[in-house]
């Protein structure tokens, strides 16, 4: 099992930086890729961004290219995402995700573990 905590959401105004962190326990060897989701009132659940855990490789929603870095610290366990311009469609609750298999990055199914959820609010 791999346990998945997440921190660092808040209330910031438009054009605001925000950095969510996520720190991973357990079985963490078993893990291949780390991703983070959001999902704002009344929506799906959608991928954000993910990184391979083992390279360099990262992916990213067209909608926060350019504003949005994912990395990864594998000595400390933890994957981070810079969010920076954010904008108050951005508003949503912040899931980080592991998944232990190699597939479609933004395929929420294939990730079995999750956070429990971090709250990110962009006011205008």
């Known amino acids: 099992q791999v346990q998945l905590v997440e921190s660092g959401g808040g209330l910031v105004q438009a054009g605001d930086s925000l950095r969510l962190s996520c720190a991973a326990s357990?079985?963490?060897?078993?893990?291949?890729?780390m991703a983070w989701f959001r999902q704002a009132p009344g929506k799906e659940r959608e991928a954000v961004a993910s990184?391979?855990?083992?390279?360099?490789?990262?992916y990213y929603t067209d909608s926060v290219k350019g504003r949005f870095t994912i990395s990864r610290d594998i000595a400390k366990n933890t994957v981070n995402l810079q969010m920076n311009s954010l904008k108050p469609e951005d508003t949503a609750v912040y899931y980080c995700?592991?998944?232990?298999?190699?597939?479609?990055?933004?395929?929420?199914?294939?990730?079995?573990?999750w956070g429990q959820g971090t709250q990110v609010t962009v006011s205008s």
């Open positions: 357990g079985r963490t060897s078993s893990i291949v890729a």
């Open positions: 995700a592991g998944r232990t298999i190699y597939a479609l990055w933004s395929d929420r199914t294939k990730y079995p573990y």
């Open positions: 990184i391979r855990w083992s390279a360099t490789n990262t």
